[in-house]
């Protein structure tokens, strides 16, 4: 069993032993990893790029961002759960689009492959992008707890 296997039947366990799935609706999930992720932004809300890092090393901070990283990536195993996905391959297969999207060579060292002045797509498909990565993290930061 994968560790996001492992992970996986660990938060539908914790919602069995509560009684939570008829609270845990697609809906309701979707919902909770978007109110989490909202909660992870907070404490780099009107910071700059090294002040978020700096943030990431200070413990207690570190420790909180975590715990929502943490949320984060829980709610959104538990939506897995409840909508049947395998996260797993939803990733590997998400990224092998990507792959094609932004192939390497027109891609690199860029942050999109709109030109200057076009249309703000690039923007949105790049918080996508940061919330597929978001949730590899999170994943990886649970699984070395």
Request: glycine fraction near 6%; hydrophobic fraction near 50%.
């Amino acid at each position: 069993m994968s560790e996001i296997e492992e992970l996986t039947c660990l938060i539908r366990k914790f919602a069995s032993r509560r009684d939570w799935e008829k609270f845990h609706t697609p809906k309701n999930l979707a919902m909770a990893v978007a109110a989490e992720s909202g909660e992870l932004l907070e404490p780099f809300l009107w910071t700059s790029g090294q002040e978020s890092l700096d943030i990431l090393g200070q413990p207690r901070k570190r420790e909180a961002v975590e715990d929502e990283v943490a949320d984060v990536a829980g709610a959104l195993l538990a939506f897995c759960n409840a909508a049947g996905i395998d996260l797993s391959r939803a990733i590997a297969r998400k990224m092998a689009k990507n792959a094609l999207k932004y192939p390497v060579e027109l891609i690199k060292g860029r942050h999109s492959l709109e030109r200057e002045g076009s249309c703000c797509r690039s923007g949105i498909i790049g918080v996508v992008v940061v919330g597929v990565v978001v949730v590899v993290v999170a994943v990886a930061v649970i699984a070395t707890v």
